[in-house]
């Protein structure tokens, strides 16, 4: 049972025009989450975080939203740019962040065509 | 600061070996986990480590096991090597005890069984 959803294997974009990845999930004890980037052959990179009592965190061209009663959030990348390209997961956390047991979702491909 | 740090990077065992992994996490980081990405199950949490006890632990079997040292650096290990073992192991560190933390990857271990 998938409890971290991210129902789009891949995403084409046009650099420059805005990237929308977005997740579900179905445990309502995540109260954290986390976006990584990830090359193939290296390890995910963090992108940025949300906790659960916002709901919208930004930092630089990346912004997270999150929507606690549709357990939905989604990551915008605004403008995109062709080193975006890679696969992106979403992770979230039962415990707020605080412990290392995260539980990720299967990864959107982001391609951004100059 | 340097980075989360796995040894080796890559390596080829045979089905019924063992093999043994290393992480040394990033300076002052108490909590180190491991997770196995696989194309067809993505990242998937082994258990995490945290002051030398194992704090947490995914759904794998028994033949997985982990241990962390008083400096915080710490090895996994995997007997009896099966064919579908193959995969990438990551490691990632974490101050752990805060809410809201980052969690960093290295840049994995990539073990072939044959």
């Known amino acids: 049972d998938q409890q971290v959803k991210q129902n789009s294997p891949s995403l084409s974009v046009q650099e420059g025009r805005i990237s929308i990845l977005n997740c579900d999930y179905t445990?309502?004890?995540?109260?954290?989450f986390l976006w990584y980037k990830k090359y193939p052959a290296e390890g995910p990179t963090f992108l940025i975080s949300i906790s659960s009592i916002k709901d919208k965190n930004e930092d630089g061209r990346f912004t997270v939203f999150l929507n606690k009663s549709a357990k939905h959030l989604s990551l915008h990348i605004v403008p995109s740019q062709p080193g975006d390209s890679a696969v992106y997961f979403c992770a979230a956390s039962p415990y707020g962040g605080s412990q290392g047991n995260l539980i990720f979702g299967k990864g959107t491909k982001l391609s951004v065509k100059p | 600061k340097a980075g989360v740090t796995q040894t080796p990077r890559y390596l080829i065992k045979t089905r019924g070996q063992q093999v043994t992994l290393s992480c040394s996490p990033i300076s002052g980081h108490r909590s180190v986990s491991w997770y196995q990405q696989t194309p067809g199950q993505g990242l998937q949490f082994l258990f995490e480590?945290?002051?030398?006890?194992?704090?947490n632990k995914g759904n794998f079997p028994g033949r997985f096991s982990g241990r962390q040292f008083s400096n915080s650096r710490s090895e996994m290990n995997v007997s009896t090597l099966e064919l579908g073992d193959s995969a990438l192991y990551l490691c990632a560190s974490s101050l752990a005890g805060l809410s809201g933390n980052t969690i960093y990857f290295g840049e994995g271990s990539w073990l072939t069984v044959v």
């Open positions: 445990n309502s004890m995540f109260d954290y």
């Open positions: 480590y945290f002051s030398e006890t194992q704090r």
